[in-house]
């Protein structure tokens, strides 16, 4: 269980290390928890790439690839139709 609810999407994103240590520390701060961003700092960066992600697991929930499928489904009525026929 994370320290925080704060969601971030770590699938399917840039995957360098400093990339991933930076979009984590911004949700963190934006999700009130500016406190925790210097402790998670340097706890993913104490060691290898799979300690990275284990640390942003402690810290934050990942927003999984498939919620944004669900959040991105067809709907037929938010399309915008053109009535100039």
Same mark, same amino acid.
């Given at each position: 269980? =994370?320290?925080?609810?704060?969601?971030?999407?770590?699938?399917?994103?840039?995957?360098?290390? $400093?990339?991933?240590?930076?979009?984590?520390?911004?949700?963190?701060? /934006?999700?009130? *928890?500016?406190?925790?961003?210097? &402790? $998670? /700092? &340097?706890?993913?960066?104490?060691?290898?790439?799979? *300690?990275?992600?284990?640390?942003?697991?402690?810290?934050?929930?990942?927003?999984?690839?498939?919620?944004? &499928?669900?959040?991105?489904?067809?709907? =037929?009525?938010?399309?915008?139709?053109?009535?100039?026929?």
């Amino acid at each position: 269980m =994370p320290k925080t609810n704060v969601r971030v999407k770590l699938v399917g994103e840039d995957g360098n290390a $400093f990339s991933i240590i930076g979009r984590v520390s911004q949700a963190l701060r /934006r999700g009130g *928890h500016a406190d925790l961003v210097d &402790e $998670f /700092r &340097e706890e993913a960066m104490s060691g290898d790439y799979n *300690h990275l992600l284990a640390t942003c697991l402690e810290y934050v929930e990942e927003e999984s690839w498939e919620e944004e &499928e669900e959040e991105e489904e067809y709907n =037929p009525f938010d399309d915008e139709y053109d009535d100039d026929d």
